[in-house]
T-cell receptor, first 111, second 118 residues
């Protein structure tokens, strides 16, 4: 079993919809939780970063971490066609150590 | 400010050939990483470095070697390329806690090197 499991998708939603992207994990040592967006033929770019549990909001994006359930989510409000990309969750136990990535969820937002 | 630059962007090799992928960062980051990404999969860590002159193995180190002789550069070598190493390779760098705006930017990625081995 993988340490990080990500909802596989793909997801296709109409413009303006609320999108929910989710990952579960098994390693209770994970303390750092990240969401990356990756456009085709580009490197991942960081969207949200959370340390330990809780919620974090940045514009249309909200990241949630529930360590008791070992579950993290990324919500995108008022989704736009420009949000069409692959979203990767990632986690690590320490700052310098390796990050473990989910396999990614491909999102398409249709105008 | 270029961030993380990977060279080359594309390469085709024959089985058994060797090559070196170069990653350069201009942000004075302490930590650097090499990942590979295969279709439909997330990133898997090959090797990483927590400072100049140091290296450590990741999840999938076999068939690869690395060197970090200078802080700004992290080299990934394939000694004898195999078709199973066909992949997209990403380099990333990360600052030390307390260095600059680390809270908001824990990891910066390059745009990848697309490597095909025939």
């Amino acid at each position: 079993q993988k340490e990080v499991e990500q909802d596989p998708g793909p997801l296709s939603v109409p413009e303006g919809a609320i999108v929910s992207l989710n990952c579960t994990y098994s390693n209770s040592a994970f303390q750092y939780f990240m969401w990356y967006r990756q456009y085709s033929r580009k490197g991942p770019e960081l969207l949200m970063y959370t340390y330990s549990s809780g919620n974090k909001e940045d514009g249309r994006f909200t990241a949630q971490v529930d360590k008791s359930s070992k579950y993290i989510s990324l919500f995108i409000r008022d989704s736009q066609p420009s949000d069409s990309a692959t979203y990767l969750c990632a986690m690590s136990a320490s700052w310098a150590g390796k990050s473990t990535f989910g396999d990614g969820t491909t999102l398409t937002v249709k105008p | 400010n270029a961030g993380v630059t990977q060279t080359p962007k594309f390469r085709v090799l024959k089985t058994g050939q060797s090559m070196t992928l170069l990653c350069a960062q201009d942000m004075n980051h302490e930590y650097m990483y090499w990942y590979r990404q295969d279709p439909g999969m997330g990133l898997r860590l090959i090797h990483y470095s927590v400072g100049e002159g140091t290296t450590a193995k990741g999840e999938v180190p076999d068939g690869y070697n690395v060197s970090r002789l200078k802080k700004q550069n992290f080299l990934l070598g394939l000694e004898s390329a195999a078709p199973s190493q066909t992949s997209v390779y990403f380099c990333a760098s990360k600052p030390e806690p307390g260095q600059g705006k680390w809270i908001n930017q824990p990891q910066h990625f390059g745009d990848g090197t697309r490597l095909s081995i025939l």
